[in-house]
């Protein structure tokens, strides 16, 4: 529960910091998302803020020194591929002066081993349907995310060996027009997704063969609809495959359950989202997380 009010401004990724900032404010905290460019309110809000709260590692972000020079807390949090690039850049003395998050312990790990100390503080907010919807009708259906600034990275050439080993399965890839891909029958291409929700009920599972990942907000969906994933990373509910043979070993198995009407709903997967990322539990932790950097060095 919130004492007193608390003004923070979220910078970083739009996608997840708008869900943020929606949030926050349910919860009854000032929260404004600042883009690139700063409205002259933004800037009025930013000089009274308590708070910088960044979502996705910019340790090299010239806005961030400045708001620090000029007095401001700053507490940043790692996501997904943010991890990886840490690795690589010298963050010097400025972050080892901010507040570090993550969003679970594979990438807290991560980050220790390259010398960076963060907390566990999830950031997905996921709602459960209370009915799963059913499994579409007609073909087996395979959902992929691969955006085309990144085939590689996401995985084009497992998905692409799976659409033409597998060719009485759909498969639906998002945020990709197919452009520079081989025309298939057995592939779709949707470009960018706004609602991921339809996407999933029209599939029956998600494939994720990512390089490097985090706590995906997709996959969250999916599971909490009740599909079957198989990611590259370890969680649960999730089957993990980290070669292309493992991916095609685990299609297979579920094709055959559902060719013999033997697969149901996921629903460990659904209880798993529910009891970890149900949004009122996450916000309040995500508060209670910042109010502490507010209230312990202000």
């Known amino acids: 529960m919130i004492m ?28 404004r998302f600042l883009s690139r460019r700063f409205s002259l309110g933004d800037l009025l809000f930013l000089f ?8 996705g590692g910019r340790v090299s972000d010239w806005k961030l020194r400045i708001f620090q020079i000029s007095g401001k807390k700053i507490v940043m949090h790692w996501v997904g591929t943010d991890v990886e690039k840490f690795a690589r850049e010298k963050p010097g003395t400025f972050t080892a002066r901010c507040r570090h998050l993550t969003e679970d312990e594979q990438l807290r790990e991560e980050l ?13 907010a996921i709602e459960v349907p209370e009915n799963p919807p059913r ?55 949707f470009g960018w997704v706004k609602n991921m929700s339809e996407q999933i009920r029209a599939s029956h599972i998600l494939i994720r063969p990512t390089r490097h990942d985090g706590v995906s907000f997709m996959v969250l969906e999916a599971l909490a609809h009740g599909r079957y994933v198989i ?47 149900e949004p009122g539990r996450v916000y309040d932790g995500l508060i209670e997380t910042l109010l502490e950097e507010r209230n312990d060095r202000g």
């Open 4 to 31: 007193k009010p608390a003004r923070i401004v979220v910078l970083g990724y739009e996608y997840f910091a708008k869900k943020i900032v929606s949030g926050l404010r349910l919860k009854g905290v000032e929260a």
């Open 231 to 277: 990611w590259s990373r370890p969680f649960p509910s999730c089957f993990l495959a980290t070669e292309s043979e493992e991916f095609y070993e685990y299609v297979a198995h579920l094709f055959r359950r559902w060719k013999k009407g033997e697969m149901e709903i996921n629903e460990a997967g659904r209880q798993y989202v529910k009891e970890t990322f």
């Open 135 to 189: 499994f579409p009708a007609g073909k087996f259906a395979v959902l992929a995310y691969v955006p085309e600034t990144r085939e590689e990275f996401y995985g084009r050439r497992i998905i692409e060996a799976l659409a033409e080993t597998f060719s009485d399965i759909v498969f639906h890839i998002c945020a990709n027009t197919g452009k520079n891909w081989r025309k298939r029958p057995n592939v779709k291409f």
């Open 112 to 124: 220790s081993q390259n010398g960076m100390r963060a907390e566990v503080c999830p950031i997905a």
């Open 48 to 55: 009274r803020a308590d708070l910088i709260y960044c979502i």
